[in-house]
Antibody, heavy 120, light 111 residues
Framework: QVQLAESGGGVVQPGGSLRLSCAASGFTLSKHGMYWVRQAPGKGLEWVALIWYDGSNKYYADSVRGRFTVSRDNSKNTLYLQMNSLRAEDTAVYYC?????????????WGQGTLVTVSS | DIVMTQSPLSLPVTPGEPASISCRSSQSLLDSNGYNYLGWYLQKPGQSPQLLIYVGSNRASGVPDRFSGSGSGRNYTLKISRVEAEDVGVYYCMQSLQIPFSFGPGTKVDI
């Protein structure tokens, strides 16, 4: 069955860096766009980034553009989010999600999330 | 950027009774291909979000038929025909027409 498993979260100081991973299984990662969505403690969902199925196009929320980089290694069935220059407001649970197809843009599977805490 | 709003933000419900949530976008979500790029997601307590409805009115696989979505352009509605106890959680609408994609603030549904 389809599974997405995030890892790499933790506590980091302001200005620091962290790389999140999302291991995909049960489907062919190279056929799907992938998203990162985050949720600050007690808050709503925020779209963070999108990468096309082949990595040819990447899009970011204004709040992270220039600091975060989304990438993927389809041969390893893994999605990444490199987070640099982290700020307190980046503290959140980060979810990866699969886009079923670009035609409908529905996020049909989500991981369990990984918590990133930015604090001194 | 497209801004999403929802109402109400809190919705007490009674099992067996209907419930309805509204979502409005600052711009039309109707694409030239005929699709309204509006999805509904439910986040149950302590869980990850799950897809309920996509392109405005299509029920996702495995979603009970008591859930329905409607609307076009800027106005959308999620209806639950008969609420069950397992339907509690926060419901989010999300637009995926224009990048940056965006979510509504969420509607908390509880018994």
């Amino acid at each position: 069955q389809v599974q997405l498993a995030e890892s790499g979260g933790g506590v980091v100081q302001p200005g620091g860096s962290l790389r999140l991973s999302c291991a995909a299984s049960g489907f062919t990662l190279s056929k799907h766009g992938m998203y990162w969505v985050r949720q600050a403690p007690g808050k709503g969902l925020e779209w963070v980034a999108l990468i096309w199925y082949d990595g040819s196009n990447k899009y970011y929320a204004d709040s992270v553009r220039g600091r975060f980089t989304v990438s993927r290694d389809n041969s390893k069935n893994t999605l990444y989010l490199q987070m640099n220059s982290l700020r307190a407001e980046d503290t959140a649970v980060y979810y990866c999600a699969r886009e079923y197809d670009w035609k409908t843009r529905r996020l049909d599977y989500w991981g369990q999330g990984t918590l990133v805490t930015v604090s001194s | 950027d497209i801004v999403m709003t929802q109402s109400p933000l809190s919705l007490p419900v009674t099992p067996g009774e209907p419930a309805s949530i509204s979502c409005r976008s600052s711009q039309s979500l109707l694409d030239s291909n005929g699709y309204n790029y509006l999805g509904w997601y439910l986040q149950k307590p302590g869980q990850s979000p799950q897809l309920l409805i996509y392109v405005g009115s299509n029920r996702a696989s495995g979603v009970p038929d008591r859930f329905s979505g409607s609307g076009s352009g800027r106005n959308y509605t999620l209806k639950i025909s008969r609420v069950e106890a397992e339907d509690v959680g926060v419901y989010y609408c999300m637009q995926s027409l224009q990048i940056p994609f965006s979510f509504g603030p969420g509607t908390k549904v509880d018994i």
